[in-house]
C-alpha cells in the first residue's frame, strides 16, 4: 500500500493499495459475467443506485458483502455502512427477504430464484467531518464522491461481491451526463448514448472482483492530460472546483518525476499504463480531509487541499504520487499470500510491511537524490526527519509482529510507522549490501531479484521471506532482521552512517515556519478559545527576528481570524508559506495587540543533522557515492 503520510497541522494528518483472490468454487449454473450498474444520472441526496444482476444461482443461499478493509489502507473503513435501502428481487418482480448479518453483508434465501439486487451508495467524503458515521471513516483516498460536478468512483465502495464468486468476470456499465469527461484504466466494451443524447453508458470489464476494487474511475468536470514516459502512458486527471490548478499545470512536474523513476527502476516490470486522479478539496464541510493517496497496481487517487501554493502542490505530487508509484515493484511484482489472496472482510496481513510500505518509501526518497532532483543535504534532511519522527514512536517494538497485527491495538497506533522506521529500515538493508557488495548490490537489485523470482502471479510465503533475502544476500542481513525487525532492539543509525562517512551531528538546519523537529510551535488553550506560541517558537529564527514571545495569542494571520475550529486549516496554509510572501500577523500580547507586517525569509534552527565526517575515508566516501548515486 499504502498510505504515504504529509505533515499536517492538528488533527489532518495526511495519510496515504493490492491483492488477488482465491480460486474458489463458482456457484453459477452459467460462468456469465456479473452485470453491475451504477447510474450517476439519477443521483438523488448524494445517493448514487446500484444494480447487480449475478445470473442465476445453484445453491439455496447466498451473500452479498461489501469491503470491510480495501488493500493499502490497513484501517477499517466499513463501506457496508454507506448502503441504503439494500433490496432483492426475484424473477418475477417480487422483493425477496434479505438478512443483514453484519456493517457489509446481506444474506439472500431463495438464492435460485434471485433475479437482481438494488440499493443507494452514500457518498464518504461527506461524512468525513468531526461527528460524522464514526471511526470507521475511509481514508479520502479510498473514499467516494458524489457530486454534480465531480465523482470519485473507488469502485469498492460502490460494487461487493458473492462469497465464492470474486473470480467471475465483472460487467459494468456507468450512466452519465454525455457532457460528463470520464477517466478508467478498466477496458471499455461498449458505449450508447440515450435517444436524447443526454446521457451515455460506458461499460466495462473486469476479469475478476480484484479488477473492480484496483481500478478506481473519475467521472465529472475535469481535466486530463495524456503523455508518455518511456513506454508507460501516463494519464493524469485533475479536479480543481475553483480552477486553482489543472492537469496541464502539473504535466511538467509529473513528467519530470515520473521519467526520473524510471530511470532509477531500469529494467524493472512496469505497466503500460499508470493513472493518476487528482481531487482538490476545497476544504468546506463535506469536503475531503484525509490528505495523500492510495495506491492501486497501475493507479493511484491523490487528495489534496486546493489553496495549496502551486510549488507546495508540486513538491507534494512528487512525494506522494512517487511513492505511490513504486508500489509498482512491491506489492505489484513482490507480495505475499495474504495480499494474492485478499480477504476483503476477514484479511490477515503480512509481516512485511517493512517491505511494501518501508521500502517503497524509501524509494521515493532515494531516487529523487539518485536522479539529481535534490541534493544531498535535501537527502540527509529527509533522512533526519524519519529518524527524528520515528523516535516518537514505539521503537522497541517487532516489526513483523506490528505489521502481522496492524489492525489491533496497541499496533495500530504505530502503523505510521511504516513510512519512517520502514524507510530507514530499508535504508540500512541498502546499505549493508552495499558494504557487502563493493558497492555493487543495493536494495533496488535485491527487489528485481525478487520480482524475477516472484511477479505479478506467485505470492512468497510470508514466514519464508526473510531467510530467502539472507540466502539471497549476505549473512550480515540476517542478523540485521533478527535484531531489528524481527527482534525489536532500536537501531543505531550511526552505525550504518560511519559505514558511508557520515554522523548525526548538530548544527543549523532549514525548517518551515509553524512546525519545529515535526511538532507545532504553537498550542490551543481550550477554556479561551485561543491558539498561541510556545516556548519552542524562539528556536524559529524567523518568529525569533520579529519579536515573538511565548504565549503570545495570534489573533489573525492575514487577515483571518484564527480560532481554535479553523486552527488546522490556517495554520496548513502557514505550513506552506515560502520564503518572499508578504505576510500581516496580529498578535496578542497581555492585552496589547502587536503587528508583524513583513516579507518571511527562511527559518532556520539548531537541531541534529546528518553530516560528512571530515575524516571520512577514501572507501567510505566510494561506499556513500555507489549509496546514493548507483
Not at 418 to 435: F, N, P, S, T
Not at 481 to 486: G, I, N
Request: with cysteine; aromatic share 10%.
Amino acid at each position: 500500500m499504502n498510505n504515504k503520510i504529509l505533515v499536517a497541522v492538528f488533527a489532518s494528518i495526511l495519510m496515504i493499495g493490492c491483492g488477488s483472490s482465491k480460486k474458489s468454487t463458482n456457484d453459477l449454473a452459467i460462468n456469465l459475467p456479473i452485470e453491475t450498474a451504477i447510474n450517476l444520472s439519477a443521483v438523488k441526496n448524494d445517493k448514487a443506485p446500484v444494480t447487480i444482476n449475478p445470473g442465476r444461482f445453484t445453491t439455496e443461499t447466498v451473500t452479498y458483502r461489501l469491503p470491510k478493509v480495501v488493500q493499502g489502507t490497513y484501517s477499517v473503513s466499513n463501506f457496508g455502512k454507506y448502503i441504503d435501502d439494500f433490496k432483492a428481487f426475484n424473477y418475477k418482480g417480487d422483493e425477496m427477504t434479505v438478512t443483514k448479518i453484519d456493517d457489509n453483508s446481506w444474506t439472500i434465501a431463495d438464492a435460485k430464484n434471485l433475479d437482481k439486487i438494488t440499493y443507494w451508495v452514500n457518498d464518504t467524503y461527506d461524512v468525513e467531518s468531526e461527528g460524522g458515521i464514526g471511526k470507521d471513516v475511509p481514508f479520502s483516498p479510498s473514499g467516494t464522491n458524489i457530486e454534480p460536478e465531480n465523482y470519485v468512483l473507488n469502485l469498492h465502495g460502490f460494487i461487493g461481491y458473492f462469497d465464492s464468486l470474486k473470480n467471475n468476470h465483472y460487467k459494468l456499465d456507468v450512466t452519465a451526463p454525455t457532457n460528463f469527461v470520464r477517466t478508467s484504466a478498466l477496458q471499455t466494451v461498449n458505449t450508447k448514448s440515450s435517444e436524447d443524447s443526454i446521457n451515455t453508458t460506458t461499460s466495462y470489464y473486469a476479469p475478476r472482483y480484484f479488477d473492480i476494487t484496483d481500478n478506481p474511475m473519475m467521472y465529472g468536470n475535469l481535466d486530463v492530460e495524456e503523455f508518455q514516459v518511456g513506454s508507460i502512458k501516463i494519464v493524469l486527471s485533475v479536479y480543481s472546483p475553483n480552477k486553482m490548478h489543472s492537469a496541464k499545470s502539473l504535466k511538467e512536474t509529473i513528467f519530470k518525476m515520473m521519467e526520473a523513476q524510471k530511470a532509477y527502476m531500469g529494467d524493472i516490470n512496469t505497466t503500460p499504463r499508470y493513472d493518476i486522479y487528482v481531487y482538490l478539496s476545497e476544504g468546506k464541510e463535506g469536503s475531503p480531509k484525509g490528505f495523500g493517496a492510495l495506491e492501486h497496481h497501475t493507479s493511484t487517487v491523490v487528495v489534496m487541499p486546493e489553496d495549496i501554493p502551486a510549488d507546495a502542490l508540486e513538491e507534494s505530487m512528487i512525494d506522494v504520487v512517487s511513492h505511490e508509484f513504486f508500489h509498482i515493484v512491491t506489492p505489484l511484482s513482490v507480495h505475499s499470500e495474504d495480499v494474492h489472496y485478499f480477504d476483503y472482510n476477514n484479511p490477515t496481513f503480512s509481516k512485511h510491511l517493512w517491505m511494501y510500505e518501508g521500502v517503497t518509501e524509501y524509494f521515493a526518497t532515494l531516487f529523487q537524490v539518485d536522479q539529481g532532483l535534490v541534493d544531498e543535504a535535501e537527502f540527509y534532511n529527509k533522512i533526519m526527519g524519519k529518524i527524528q519522527e520515528a523516535s516518537r514512536m514505539n521503537d522497541a517494538m517487532s516489526f513483523t509482529i506490528m505489521s502481522e497485527n496492524v489492525l489491533k491495538a496497541p499496533y495500530k497506533d504505530e502503523y505510521l510507522n511504516v513510512y519512517q522506521k520502514g524507510a530507514l529500515i530499508g535504508m540500512c538493508i541498502d546499505i549493508l549490501m552495499r558494504e557487502e557488495s563493493n558497492g555493487n548490490r543495493g536494495i533496488l537489485s535485491l527487489m528485481k531479484e525478487l520480482s524475477n523470482k516472484y511477479g505479478k502471479n506467485k505470492p512468497f510465503e510470508d514466514d519464508a521471506l526473510i531467510d530467502e533475502i539472507v540466502a539471497m544476500t549476505y549473512p550480515s542481513l540476517g542478523d540485521f532482521f533478527r535484531t531489528h525487525v524481527v527482534g525489536d532492539l532500536p537501531i543505531d543509525y550511526n552505525e550504518f552512517f560511519e559505514k558511508v562517512g557520515l554522523e548525526i551531528g548538530e548544527g543549523k538546519i532549514k525548517t518551515n515556519f509553524i512546525l519545529l523537529n515535526g511538532v507545532p510551535i504553537v498550542s490551543g488553550d481550550g477554556q479561551k478559545g485561543t491558539i498561541f506560541f510556545t516556548d519552542a517558537a524562539l528556536q524559529n529564527s524567523f518568529w525569533k527576528e520579529q519579536g515573538v514571545q511565548a504565549n503570545d495569542v495570534i489573533k489573525s494571520i492575514d487577515g483571518n481570524t484564527l480560532t481554535l475550529q479553523n486552527a488546522n486549516q490556517v495554520l496548513q496554509e502557514v505550513f506552506m508559506w515560502k520564503p518572499g510572501k508578504d505576510i500581516e500577523v496580529v498578535l496578542d500580547r497581555n492585552g496589547e495587540e502587536i503587528f508583524v507586517k513583513t516579507t518571511t525569509t527562511q527559518p532556520y534552527t539548531t537541531g541534529e543533522m546528518i553530516v560528512e565526517k571530515s575524516n571520512a575515508t577514501e572507501a567510505q566516501k566510494d561506499l556513500r557515492k555507489a549509496w546514493l548515486k548507483g
